[in-house]
């Protein structure tokens, strides 16, 4: 089996897993061309993948999957509720800002409509009724990650442009899974397990196929234990690893957007990761990769000596390399 990481952090993530017979894509955060030019540097073929699994809704892990998958025509599999906030996130209706609503109902009591008409349309074009919300499921932890959806690169994808204006939603194939209960996709089993996090229905993954276990666990607020379970006997272990506490602490976020980060349902701290890596890991993983690193509120540095540190005397040349995955560019591909 094989996996590259072809980003990781809050603008964007995306993970290839394959077996000898099967190539998974997990999550689409980047764009379509740019993951497409990615799988490329890491010697991929993207008309060669079999499937998207998405594990939750937020930007950087969605922003290239509805292009990806009706360019290559693969299936999307999605949790249900994931798949429908997604679709939420899709429809232009719902990015209808607080500024743009009042300046909606401006227009219409100037027209000669009953006001009762007027506040019907009102309430069916505000956003999950919040009409402040712009970006009602962008991931907010970084900032600058709120950027638009993907309408762009939409409508220059000119093979099927009017069709996905009408519906920018459609997509050839979409399959449903749950958490806790495994399927197939060619000859890699698939094993969703539940995550906290501020999403949807959010999970993460282990991928087994050929006696090789891979399992990812990132955008997660704590380790509960049905996690740690989950990720019993890995050979690759992808594990969040995104702020040091300190520097979120004393860094730029606004205070709230502090509070998310380091909430139970956030994201995992260097310190949460290391006490994971030292208490409960089994210490079986010939990789360790630390992912989802913060830009703002992490250096690679702190979250490899603490993952070091807690490894410690189990790292040896054929176990337990600590790896870090990055925002930029690739990462090299794993094999075993
Ligand atoms: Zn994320
Ligand atoms: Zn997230």
Redesign the pocket.
Same mark, same amino acid.
């Given at each position: 089996m094989r996996m590259t990481v072809l980003a990781s952090g809050?603008k964007g993530?995306s993970t290839l897993i394959a077996s000898s017979r099967t190539r998974i894509l997990v999550d689409a955060?980047l764009s379509a061309r740019e993951l497409t030019k990615r799988m490329r540097m890491a010697d991929e073929t993207p008309e060669a993948l079999d499937a998207l699994l998405i594990t939750h809704e $937020?930007q950087? $892990?969605v922003q290239g999957v509805a292009v990806l998958a009706r360019k290559l025509g693969i299936p999307v599999y999605f949790t249900e509720a994931t798949h429908r906030a997604w679709m939420r996130w899709m429809m232009p209706q719902k990015r209808l800002t607080y500024a743009g609503w009042l300046a909606q109902r401006a227009l219409q009591a100037s027209t000669s409509r009953s006001a009762a008409e007027a506040d019907a349309n009102i309430a069916m074009g505000s956003p999950d009724g919040d009409p402040e919300s712009a970006g009602p499921i962008a =991931?907010s932890?970084e900032p600058e990650s709120a950027a638009p959806r993907p309408e762009e690169e939409l409508e220059c994808d000119a093979r099927d442009g009017a069709e996905e204006k009408e519906n920018p939603c459609a997509l050839a194939v979409v399959e449903h899974f749950a958490a806790g209960n495994g399927f197939s996709i060619g000859d890699i089993s698939v094993t969703p397990f539940t995550i906290p996090h501020d999403a949807a229905d959010p999970v993460g993954f282990v991928f087994e196929a050929e006696g090789i276990r891979i399992g990812i666990a990132? =955008?997660l607020g704590y380790m509960p234990p049905n996690v740690t379970a989950a990720l019993r006997r890995c050979d690759i272990l992808m594990l969040e690893s995104n702020h040091d506490l300190e520097m979120l602490r004393d860094g730029p976020y606004p205070w709230q957007v502090k509070q998310r980060v380091m909430s139970r349902v956030g994201h995992l701290s260097n310190d949460a990761a290391a006490k994971f890596l030292e208490k409960e890991y089994d210490g079986g993983a010939s990789y360790v990769v630390l992912a989802?690193l913060s830009e703002k509120n992490n250096m690679p540095e702190l979250a490899r000596v603490a993952a070091e540190r807690a490894i410690g005397a189990r790292a040896s040349l054929l176990a337990n390399k600590v790896l870090l995955a990055e925002q930029s560019a690739p990462l090299e591909t794993l094999c075993l």
């Open positions: 809050s993530n955060g $937020h950087d $892990h =991931d932890v990132t =955008d989802h």
